[in-house]
């Protein structure tokens, strides 16, 4: 009986077998169906499994990890490496679905790299402001990241307030101090082809040359020191910009030198130093002096004079009320018509002409004023009397000197 029902069992063991098979099939549709397989260029967020020297694997939803190695990870910022941790989320870019080991490849800075792009486009069709902060720099402008992205912003889009601020005739002298500080921008350009990303200060700050300059006027105050640039010339003196806002620099508070134009030291776009010398808030207008801060040439020319002093001058000019002197190369004196003459006399001409080389005395000395007071009459005055002799000592002292060092050295006999 056992001989019969062996053939059985053998006939019917092929088709159990087979409907394992099927089962074991079905079991891998269904698995294979609930993975979703990761394409080449998609953007997923996935969770790091783990960290290595060179290496991190991460997880995305497949059966094994993919894995950011080589040059992908060298390209993470070692700022950005350090803070990744293990379980927590980042996004990665698919590289390779899978390599000729079996990996899929992934890159976290491709993905950082394509979700800014996306923001970027984001914001320019939103015209969002966007806030970020100054990175660098080159010669034409500013650069300030974007996500992972840098943009760069023309010099002609940064901000009226932050372009008065800058000074210098480098770009590192203009802008290399702005590093680090905070901008708000918009994207006005965005090329990925080229690899292209635009922004503007200006579109996104809502402040006008007004409002900036009330802002610079509520700031100053009289007698600081600023440095600005020099932005138009007039007959009457010179316009010069400080942090936005424009202020007078008169002719007369350019140079001590006499001078018939602005032009004749100053150009366009030249960098100075200015004090501030006077505010009008009503009416908006600032009073600034370049020669205030430069050192008076007057004053050590004045400290050659004393009162009491005869000095030797050359009339210049005729007036009804005096006649004035020069008595250096750019230094002149005035001799009131007081004191001209003993007697009284009408206009300064009854005594003087101009051209006449005359011996005066000093009798004021204003400093402040760049004043000097001669007189005529009280040349022969004998309340100078002691003075005169005692500089006609030293010029007696001075006149031997001068005789003894011109003798020859006496010949020794032999």
Not at 44 to 51: E, K, L, N, Q
Not at 287 to 315: C, F, H, N
């Amino acid at each position: 009986m056992d001989q019969n029902h062996a053939p059985l069992e053998q006939e019917t063991q092929p088709e159990n077998h087979q409907t394992e098979n099927n089962n074991m099939a079905s079991l891998l549709e269904q698995e294979g169906a609930m993975i979703d397989f990761p394409q080449q260029g998609e953007i997923r967020t996935g969770m790091i499994a783990s960290i290595a020297p060179g290496q991190i694997l991460v997880s995305v939803g497949t059966k094994s990890e993919g894995i950011i190695s080589g040059k992908e990870y060298e390209a993470i910022p070692r700022e950005e490496l350090e803070q990744l941790k293990v379980g927590m989320e980042i996004p990665v870019y698919v590289v390779n679905p899978e390599d000729s080991s079996g990996n899929v490849v992934l890159s976290y800075v491709r993905a950082r790299e394509e979700a800014s792009w996306k923001e970027a486009e984001s914001l320019l069709a939103s015209k969002a402001t966007y806030h970020s902060k100054i990175i660098g720099y080159n010669k034409g402008g500013l650069i300030v990241p974007i996500g992972g992205l840098r943009g760069f912003v023309p010099a002609s889009q940064v901000s009226l307030s932050r372009r008065a601020e800058s000074s210098g005739e480098t770009p590192e002298q203009r802008w290399s101090k702005m590093i680090g500080e905070e901008i708000d921008v918009c994207v006005i350009e965005v090329d990925r082809e080229r690899r292209r990303l635009i922004l503007s200060e200006r579109a996104a700050n809502t402040e006008t040359r007004e409002t900036i300059k009330e802002r610079v006027i509520d700031s100053l105050q009289e007698g600081e020191v600023r440095t600005g640039k020099v932005t138009s010339l007039a007959d009457f003196g010179a316009f010069v910009n400080i942090s936005g806002a424009d202020g007078l620099v008169h002719l007369s508070e350019i140079s001590w030198d006499r001078i018939q134009h602005p032009s004749e030291v100053l150009k366009v776009g030249q960098e100075v130093k200015v004090k501030i010398i006077s505010i009008d808030r009503d009416k908006k207008r600032i009073g600034l002096s370049i020669r205030q801060l430069q050192e008076d040439p007057w004053m050590e020319k004045a400290s050659r004079y004393q009162v009491g002093q005869l000095i030797e001058g050359t009339i210049t000019r005729l007036t009804k009320f005096g006649a004035f002197a020069r008595i250096d190369d750019d230094v002149e004196g005035l001799i009131h018509i007081s004191e001209i003459s003993e007697k009284r006399i009408e206009h300064p001409k009854e005594v003087l002409k101009e051209g006449d080389v005359v011996t005066l005395r000093v009798i004021k000395v204003d400093a402040e004023k760049h004043r000097i007071g001669l007189s005529l009459r009280r040349v022969e005055s004998m309340a100078y009397a002691d003075l005169d002799w005692m500089a006609l000592e030293e010029v007696l002292e001075e006149d031997d000197s001068e005789q003894e060092s011109e003798q020859p050295p006496a010949e020794s006999a032999d």
